[in-house]
């Protein structure tokens, strides 16, 4: 036998469960567990996890309780309201996304001169990679080049940063 366990007191919002589930009530024990089926699926870090539980909840305007049921109910398999899955993944997506940096925030610009030189280095490691795709010390010094950039422009995306890069050093 199944019956409609209502999600909020919204109109035919209703989720079908088995009655003996009906019974359960969502505890405090089911959001540590929530959590840490956050933590293992995200990968997240324990108090990001719990931001991002947090965050889905106030979305789909459940409590928390209810949202982390949910969220054990998924990992066994079980069907959930769809607005409490598309809450989650976009919590989920919100927590992965880094904060766009503004283009024309201020920040601190290193010397044209040490970007001059991390876009050379830059530019000599990936002809020295294209030549040796299969050398792993090649392939590390690439990496390390465009680290290098990213910490210099202060931008999280290599793409970016080299783009800064060689747009900081022509102009």
Aim: glycine share 6%.
């Amino acid at each position: 036998m199944t019956t409609s366990v209502p999600l909020t007191g919204g109109r035919g919002a209703g989720h079908r469960v088995p009655a003996a589930a009906a019974t359960h009530v969502p505890s405090d024990r089911a959001v540590l567990r929530a959590v840490s089926t956050l933590m293992a699926t995200t990968p997240a870090p324990a108090r990001e996890a719990e931001r991002i539980l947090s965050a889905a909840a106030a979305g789909a305007g459940l409590p928390e309780t209810v949202l982390a049921a949910a969220v054990l109910d998924a990992s066994r398999g079980i069907p959930v309201p769809v607005r409490a899955e598309r809450s989650l993944r976009r919590a989920v997506h919100s927590a992965r996304t880094p904060a766009p940096v503004p283009s024309g925030s201020p920040h601190l610009m290193p010397l044209r001169e040490d970007a001059e030189k991390a876009l050379g280095r830059f530019f000599e490691t990936r002809l020295r990679l294209t030549a040796a795709p299969a050398d792993p010390e090649a392939r590390r010094a690439f990496e390390d080049s465009l680290f290098t950039l990213c910490i210099l422009m202060g931008r999280p995306c290599a793409a970016d940063a080299l783009h800064e890069a060689v747009q900081y050093v022509e102009g």
